[in-house]
């Protein structure tokens, strides 16, 4: 029997999620150094201090099962916004709960808007599940919700919105998306991706938040990898009125989050110091990287997130293998669709002079 005919429907064309290549694979390549990791777009300051002290307090209990729904996380993140602790739904980070939410409310055959490119995850969980992905290109790199709009038809069930997006860093404004929102018909859910949150600092940026607590028909993401350093213990949540909530519960894995994420979290939460560090040190990085490359005559993206998109005017393979040559690793944009472009995560000073001092070297400029 083929394989084909054992597996679900169109998962075997799914394209594999490629992330930025770990340390431990290029030293096999170019051997022990110092690396400086720009591909993943993780807090380079590193997790909140208060976080590990409760990770090494709640070692011992590993024996015992985590806390299905995650109650004191969700009571502290209901105080946090504002919003009841059925509003709020916590799995094993954002990916996870993509998963979710496509498993909760896609049908074979039904569609699910997304730009192009954008995290690729969303289109991979609706094929999945049987779905219709349906992309909407890029305008000036960010969401063109005008021809999004005009995609929606009897079938659309899901619209993402990556705010600020995955690869690009640019954000959708608040003038764009009310009036977004309010066209829409009653049967479509927008999710609003927000990984990157914290970091931005345009006024004209919408919370998403906000429109959940209008009770609109849209569901929030955030995760605790970008500002609170926490990527490794793979924990997010998301947000919405309590009906489309319960929705996802129906899906939720029965321990979807293990008990030192939980603790970290919380921890993590209420540290607000080391937040405020990750987000200065992301804000003055991306000032400084910008200046750096627009010295060096090579277009960077307006970026509100803690990575930046960057045209290098040259084979992006190329650069990428000199770079490591250099002890530096970035992300290519060919995957994208885009052969010169990478994207390059902001880290701490030392790692972004680092960066731009390898590729003065490598571009002599």
């Not at 954002?94 to 939410?101: C, K, P, Q, R, T």
């Not at 764009?176 to 927000?194: G, H, Q, Y």
Request: glycine share 6%.
């Amino acid at each position: 029997m083929k394989l084909e005919d054992l597996t679900r429907k169109g998962i075997l064309k799914i394209p594999p999620y490629l992330p930025g290549k770990p340390i431990e694979e290029v030293e096999k390549e170019f051997g022990k150094k110092r690396w400086v990791k720009l591909a993943s777009n993780e807090n380079l300051l590193g997790p909140s201090p208060e976080a590990v002290k409760a990770i090494k307090k709640e070692l011992p209990k590993i024996y015992l099962y985590p806390e299905s729904p995650c109650t004191l996380l969700k009571q502290s993140l209901a105080q946090k916004f504002s919003l009841s602790e059925e509003s709020i739904v916590i799995s094993n980070g954002a990916d996870n709960l993509i998963l979710m939410i496509v498993c909760a409310f896609v049908n074979e055959g039904e569609e699910v808007i997304i730009a192009d490119p954008t995290f690729p995850v969303y289109s991979n969980a609706t094929q999945i599940m049987g779905g219709k992905t349906v992309r909407v290109r890029l305008k000036n790199y960010t969401h063109d919700l005008e021809r999004m709009e005009k995609k929606v038809t009897r079938k659309t069930k899901l619209i993402f919105i990556c705010n600020p997006n995955n690869p690009t860093g640019t954000i959708v404004s608040k003038k764009a998306l009310d009036p977004f929102l309010s066209n829409l018909p009653s049967r479509a859910i927008v999710i609003l991706d927000e990984a990157y949150r914290e970091f931005v600092d345009d006024p004209d940026f919408p919370d998403g938040i906000d429109y959940v607590k209008e009770g609109r028909q849209v569901i929030v993401l955030r995760t605790f990898s970008k500002v609170y350093g926490l990527a490794g213990l793979r924990i997010g949540y998301a947000l919405g009125t309590k009906e489309l909530i319960h929705c996802l519960n129906q899906v939720r894995d029965p321990f979807p989050v293990h008990r030192l994420a939980q603790v970290g979290a919380i921890a993590a939460l209420s540290d607000e110091r080391h937040a405020k560090r990750s987000v200065q040190m992301v804000q003055e990085g991306r000032r400084y990287l910008s200046s750096e490359l627009e010295k060096m005559g090579l277009n960077c993206v307006p970026s509100q997130a803690n990575f930046l998109f960057v045209d290098f005017k040259e084979d992006i393979e190329n650069l990428f293998q000199n770079l490591l040559r250099e002890g530096i690793i970035i992300r290519p944009g060919k995957i994208w669709g885009y052969p010169t472009c990478g994207r390059v995560t902001i880290g701490r000073m030392e790692d972004n002079k680092r960066f731009i001092r390898a590729l003065r070297k490598i571009l002599r400029r």
